[in-house]
Structure formats: structure tokens, C-alpha cells
């Protein structure tokens, strides 16, 4: 079963405007909750991550917002430029662990 | 350096026919894995090895074998292709049990014919 939902499935936002993405999850045993970017035809990226102790975490234009008791968490890309614009994808799994549990993605696309 | 390279980066073949993708990575990571990315961008664990020795197998058709000759090679070989198997495989590695870092491959875009 799906083990990490996430919202919406594509997005256009303007240059310059604010991206939001969501993502919800069931299993209370994860412990860490990775954004990873990725470019047509390339493999996904690391953009961003954060554990369940802190409810936020921000670097340069990106930031997770983490709901523990909602079970959510999402991701604000503040300023949107074009170069943002790609595939993103939430997961959850543990930390000490053999696999991520991806969310099914989200088409970002910045209009200049 | 290119930290995580699979090879090839595209393959075509037909139906019935047996092939290979090969994953090498140069971090010392001592986890590597394969990922399916089907045609809706959905990326799903298929296997996942530590330092040689099978981790998960994520019920996937026996029709795919990975093979870990060490730890900084993981391959993927399947029989028997069929339409279905179209995708993109993405290999990644990671320190021992540690998702934290996992790094991924540029990916091999497989298509069945």
C-alpha cells in the first residue's frame, strides 16, 4: 500500500511565487522525511530533510514544515524561479534503514 | 567522478530477450539499491543489498536476479522481458542502513518492444 501520500500531483506557479507541496504518511515508526528534486532525465536529488524532533527546517529558499501529530509534512519553495521547476518527490522511512518510501511526486512548473 | 554510474543509459530490446544494467559507486558506501521508476514517475524499492548480502526484495518476478560481485558494484540482470518491465532503473547507495545519504545513479531507461 501507498506508505507516503502526497499533494497535488502537478503545480504551476509563477515566477517569483510560493510553492507548496504536501505529503502525509501512516507508519509512526518514521523517522526521517527527505525532499528529493529531480530533472528529466536524471536521477533524483537530494534537496532537503528533517527529522521528527523539529517541526521546521529551512536552507536558502527551501522549507519542510513537519506536523508530527498530523502525520504531515510539506515543502515551501519560497520565490520560485524557473530552474525550480522539476519533479518532486517527498518519502518517509527510518533513519537507520534499507529503503525510502516515495511519495508518487509532484510537476513543479515556474512560468517566467 | 561521477558518484553513482549505471550503464547503459538507455536500452531498447524485445520481448523474451535477457539483459543487463550495471550500478557502480565510487563513495565507499557499503548499501546499494535498485529502484523502479514506472511510466507515471512512481519510484518503488526493488532490492536492496549491505555490503554484498540481500536485504530486501521488494516481491519482485524471480525474473529479476541482482547480482553484488562487491560493494561498490551492484547489477541487475533479467530474463525473460517482457512489455511491462519498461521503466526507468535507478541504482543508489547509502552508508550502511543509513537512508539519510543515499545517493542515486543517473538511471537506465529500459523499453520493451
Known amino acids: 500500500q501507498q506508505q507516503v501520500k502526497q499533494s497535488p500531483q502537478s503545480l504551476i506557479v509563477q515566477k517569483g511565487g510560493i510553492s507548496i507541496i504536501n505529503c502525509a504518511y501512516e507508519?509512526?515508526?518514521?523517522?526521517?522525511f527527505p525532499w528529493y528534486q529531480q530533472f528529466p532525465g536524471k536521477g533524483p536529488a537530494l534537496l532537503i530533510a528533517i527529522r521528527p524532533d523539529v517541526s521546521e527546517k529551512k536552507e536558502g529558499r527551501f522549507t519542510i514544515s513537519f506536523n508530527k501529530s498530523a502525520k504531515q509534512f510539506s515543502l515551501h519553495i519560497m520565490d520560485s524561479q524557473p530552474g525550480d521547476s522539476a519533479t518532486y518527490f517527498c518519502a518517509a522511512s527510518k533513519v537507520r534503514g534499507y529503503a525510502l518510501n516515495f511519495g508518487k511526486g509532484t510537476s513543479l512548473l515556474v512560468t517566467p | 567522478d561521477t558518484a553513482v554510474s549505471q550503464t547503459p543509459k538507455y536500452l531498447v530490446t524485445q520481448m523474451g530477450n535477457d539483459k543487463s544494467i550495471k550500478c557502480e559507486q565510487n563513495?565507499?558506501?557499503?548499501?546499494m539499491y535498485w529502484y523502479k521508476q514506472d511510466s507515471k514517475k512512481f519510484l518503488k524499492i526493488m532490492f536492496s543489498y549491505n555490503n554484498k548480502e540481500l536485504i530486501i526484495n521488494e516481491t519482485v518476478p524471480n525474473r529479476f536476479s541482482p547480482k553484488s560481485p562487491d560493494k561498490a558494484h551492484l547489477n541487475l540482470h533479467i530474463n525473460s522481458l517482457e512489455l511491462g518491465d519498461s521503466a526507468v532503473y535507478f541504482c543508489?547507495?547509502?552508508?550502511?542502513?543509513?537512508?539519510?545519504?543515499?545517493?542515486f545513479g543517473q538511471g537506465t531507461r529500459l523499453t520493451v518492444v
Open positions: 507508519n509512526t515508526a518514521f523517522d526521517y
Open positions: 543508489a547507495s547509502s552508508p550502511r542502513d543509513r537512508n539519510t545519504e543515499a545517493f
Open positions: 563513495l565507499g558506501h557499503d548499501t
